[in-house]
């Protein structure tokens, strides 16, 4: 039998069982349906999560901690040990690994700290960087330079939006820009005989980082010996890196793919390390289990619907079983038998596994269409004008095209019996089939 012969017989008999072709097609559309909704539904929001935190950090960057600043910490199966000191030699040291192209302690102000800026004023984390690596960091600079003299400044993005009026307590009208301003730094600690103490310094903003979505927005960044002078001044010790170590520090990889190499390299010289890339891996392994919990409800409905071809099929072995003796009377072969049977359930799938595509692709577009009218109304209620509503559902081309095939495949699977079944009839037999 040639292959245009079976497809002209496939399409006759599907033809003439039209209505039981589309009930029985109709349950692969359902199953087909619910795989499409539930896996685009946990890869829309993977990929909202991904894309709301795919900006936490730079993904060639990683933090390193010092264990001793975590109290409590647990080091079993971390590699950190309390013994271990974030100080030049341990910074050397990360230095010397592959990809690695610079590194920097970030040494936060030990003190209370006020920013005033004319009337206004906020508060703000301050933290010492080491100037001379400021190039290789490549921070991401709405305007200004990427350098740090004396008593100068590189402020996060969202530090301006946190100033109030010192005499109305209300956020101004226009956010300030803080590029080029000067700022007044008060830092308040208590002396050595239990008073407050209080310094002004003035620092002069060269830079604006872009937002980032991290905690770097919040940020004010001055050159680390400028800190270490004024933890100096609030503690009444000047500290010893070599020997106290930093709490923590910065490390710049050259490429994403070398960020997990070097940060299994750190954890295993006994310190802390997290990166935006662990984050990002840790969810998404938590999506895929959600998208393959999701996937399996689909594809159990998927299966049930196989046994309504496998239905459909013995029924029709017993519709045309006098037919199939008049093929087998011919010289029709086994094989030529089992090819058509099988192509009929294989096609039921196919056709259902398609209609489900397009059916699961509309509604996924329904409900991402009321899904972000929603979420956007909200926003605007909360008085967000600028929010951009995230797409819900997302459906993509492989996804579709798995899902056809997978229903092709339990149609397939699904007329195995049958189709070996009307393989088995004696010709004879059959002809006398009433």
């Given at each position: 039998?040639?292959?245009?012969?079976?497809?002209?017989?496939?399409?006759?008999?599907?033809?003439?069982?039209?209505?039981?072709?589309?009930?029985?097609?109709?349950?692969?559309?359902?199953?087909?349906?619910?795989?499409?909704?539930?896996?685009?539904?946990g890869?829309?929001?993977?990929?909202?999560?991904?894309?709301?935190?795919?900006?936490?950090?730079?993904?060639?960057?990683?933090?390193?901690?010092?264990?001793?600043?975590?109290?409590?910490?647990?080091s079993?199966?971390?590699?950190?040990?309390?013994?271990?000191?974030?100080?030049?030699?341990a910074?050397?040291?990360?230095?010397?690994?592959?990809?690695?192209?610079?590194?920097?302690?970030?040494?936060?102000?030990?003190?209370?700290?006020?920013?005033?800026?004319?009337?206004?004023?906020?508060?703000?984390?301050?933290?010492?960087?080491?100037?001379?690596?400021?190039?290789?960091?490549?921070?991401?600079?709405?305007?200004?330079?990427?350098?740090?003299?004396?008593?100068?400044?590189?402020?996060?993005?969202?530090?301006?939006?946190?100033?109030?009026d010192?005499?109305?307590?209300?956020?101004?009208?226009?956010?300030?820009?803080?590029?080029?301003?000067?700022?007044?730094?008060?830092?308040?600690?208590?002396?050595?005989?239990?008073?407050?103490?209080?310094?002004?310094?003035?620092?002069?903003?060269?830079?604006?980082?872009?937002?980032?979505?991290?905690?770097?927005?919040?940020?004010?960044?001055?050159?680390?010996?400028?800190?270490?002078?004024?933890?100096?001044?609030?503690?009444?010790?000047?500290?010893?890196?070599?020997?106290?170590?930093?709490?923590?520090?910065?490390?710049?990889?050259?490429?994403?793919?070398?960020?997990?190499?070097?940060?299994?390299?750190?954890i295993?010289?006994?310190?802390?390390?997290?990166?935006?890339q662990?984050?990002?891996?840790?969810?998404?392994?938590?999506?895929?289990?959600?998208?393959?919990?999701?996937?399996?409800?689909g594809?159990?409905a998927?299966?049930?619907?196989?046994?309504?071809?496998?239905?459909?099929?013995?029924?029709?072995?017993?519709?045309?079983?006098?037919?199939?003796?008049?093929?087998?009377?011919v010289?029709a072969?086994?094989?030529?038998?089992?090819?058509?049977?099988?192509?009929?359930?294989?096609?039921?799938?196919?056709?259902?596994?398609?209609g489900?595509?397009?059916?699961?692709?509309?509604?996924?577009?329904?409900?991402?269409l009321?899904?972000?009218?929603?979420?956007?109304?909200?926003?605007?209620?909360?008085?967000?004008?600028?929010?951009?509503?995230?797409?819900?559902?997302?459906?993509?081309?492989?996804?579709?095209?798995?899902?056809?095939?997978?229903?092709?495949?339990?149609?397939?699977?699904?007329?195995?019996?049958?189709?070996?079944?009307?393989?088995?009839?004696?010709?004879?037999?059959?002809?006398?089939?009433?």
């Amino acid at each position: 039998m040639t292959w245009r012969n079976l497809v002209y017989l496939l399409k006759r008999n599907l033809v003439r069982m039209k209505i039981r072709v589309a009930m029985t097609a109709i349950g692969v559309l359902i199953g087909t349906t619910a795989v499409i909704l539930l896996v685009s539904l946990g890869m829309g929001l993977q990929r909202f999560a991904l894309e709301s935190t795919g900006s936490i950090g730079a993904l060639t960057e990683i933090n390193v901690y010092s264990p001793g600043s975590f109290m409590g910490f647990v080091s079993a199966g971390t590699g950190a040990t309390e013994q271990a000191v974030l100080n030049e030699r341990a910074l050397k040291s990360f230095r010397e690994l592959p990809g690695v192209v610079a590194v920097t302690p970030l040494e936060p102000i030990r003190a209370g700290v006020l920013l005033r800026l004319k009337r206004m004023q906020t508060y703000a984390g301050v933290s010492g960087i080491d100037p001379r690596e400021l190039q290789e960091l490549e921070f991401d600079l709405r305007s200004g330079i990427p350098r740090l003299g004396k008593w100068q400044a590189i402020v996060g993005a969202k530090v301006a939006e946190t100033f109030q009026d010192t005499i109305t307590r209300e956020q101004p009208k226009e956010t300030p820009d803080l590029q080029g301003q000067t700022l007044q730094l008060v830092i308040n600690a208590l002396g050595s005989d239990g008073n407050p103490m209080t310094r002004t310094v003035r620092v002069r903003v060269i830079g604006v980082l872009e937002e980032t979505g991290g905690q770097n927005d919040y940020s004010i960044l001055l050159s680390l010996n400028e800190v270490m002078e004024l933890n100096a001044w609030a503690t009444g010790h000047r500290p010893n890196p070599n020997v106290e170590g930093y709490d923590r520090a910065l490390v710049k990889v050259a490429e994403a793919r070398q960020v997990r190499a070097v940060e299994a390299a750190i954890i295993q010289s006994g310190f802390l390390a997290s990166s935006a890339q662990s984050a990002l891996r840790s969810l998404n392994q938590v999506f895929f289990a959600i998208q393959a919990v999701l996937g399996a409800i689909g594809a159990i409905a998927l299966l049930v619907a196989g046994f309504g071809i496998a239905n459909a099929m013995i029924m029709a072995i017993y519709e045309r079983t006098r037919e199939i003796g008049l093929m087998k009377a011919v010289g029709a072969r086994n094989r030529d038998v089992m090819l058509i049977f099988l192509g009929e359930a294989g096609a039921i799938g196919m056709l259902g596994g398609a209609g489900g595509v397009a059916f699961g692709w509309v509604i996924g577009l329904v409900i991402s269409l009321v899904g972000r009218s929603y979420l956007t109304s909200l926003a605007l209620q909360s008085g967000a004008a600028d929010f951009e509503a995230p797409s819900l559902v997302y459906t993509p081309l492989w996804l579709m095209i798995f899902a056809i095939l997978f229903a092709t495949l339990v149609g397939l699977v699904s007329g195995v019996y049958p189709a070996l079944r009307a393989t088995r009839l004696d010709p004879i037999v059959a002809l006398r089939y009433e």
